[in-house]
């Protein structure tokens, strides 16, 4: 079956350790994206990438990092310097320049620093 | 840019009761709308999307959504709940050929026995 696979679905970290979360998709899309989510604030996008070797920063990249090797994964590392990690991260993908803007997204990973 | 507004955060409503989730956005360019549902610790799925054409759509579920372009509203409906559509409901736009989607922050449905 197609579709986004997240992995972990859960993690928990020691403070001040970087984390990658994983995120790979068999829909043959080209845009990938990362969402975090809190309660109460919605989805804000982290970053997105609409083509292999290619990413854009988003509202909140800041203490993140991703890469583009291969068109079905695209990896976020939180980093040390994200200030408060502990949050749900959601990994989607769309069509490149799809005609209807749709999104497609993964179960999420949630995160946890202690 | 567009914006997103969910006027509720959260609803309570007993089972069988019909529902109402209001959304409002804003956004200089045309934009398709969209409501999404979200289960406990998964996932978003897409519960119905506006395109074009008639401004009443039919999602799964029950669920419908009116679009009002002169209010700029997308206001989820449906005429009687059951338990199980206890969830986070989120309405999104996206503007025509940009897949800059914008979320608004969530409204919680909860329906009582």
């Known amino acids: 079956d197609g579709g986004i696979t997240q992995s972990p679905k859960y993690l928990f970290r020691k403070e001040g350790q970087n984390v990658t979360l994983s995120c790979e998709q068999n829909l043959n899309h080209d845009a990938m994206y990362w969402y975090r989510q809190d309660p109460g604030q919605g989805l804000r996008l982290i970053y997105y990438?609409?083509?292999?070797?290619?990413?854009q920063k988003g509202d909140i990249a800041e203490g993140y990092s991703v890469s583009r090797e291969k068109k079905e994964s695209f990896p976020l590392t939180v980093t040390s310097a994200q200030k408060n990690p502990t949050a749900f991260y959601l990994c989607?993908?769309?069509?490149?320049?799809?005609?209807?803007?749709?999104?497609?997204f993964g179960e999420g990973s949630r995160l946890t620093v202690l | 840019a567009q914006s997103v507004t969910q006027l509720d955060s959260q609803v309570p409503v007993f089972e069988e009761a019909p529902v109402e989730l209001r959304c409002n956005y804003s956004s200089s360019v045309s934009v398709y709308l969209f409501w999404y549902v979200q289960y406990p610790n998964q996932g978003l799925q897409l519960l119905l999307k506006?395109?074009?054409?008639?401004?009443l759509v039919k999602g799964i579920n029950g669920f419908e959504a009116e679009f009002n372009k002169s209010q700029t509203s997308f206001h989820l409906r449906k005429p009687s709940v059951h338990i199980s559509d206890t969830a986070e409901y989120f309405c999104a736009v996206s503007p025509f050929n940009n897949n800059d989607m914008r979320f608004g922050a969530g409204t919680r449905l909860t329906v009582k026995p």
């Open positions: 990438s609409q083509i292999v070797n290619d990413f």
């Open positions: 989607a993908s769309s069509p490149r320049g799809g005609d209807t803007g749709e999104l497609f």
């Open positions: 506006y395109l074009s054409g008639s401004t």
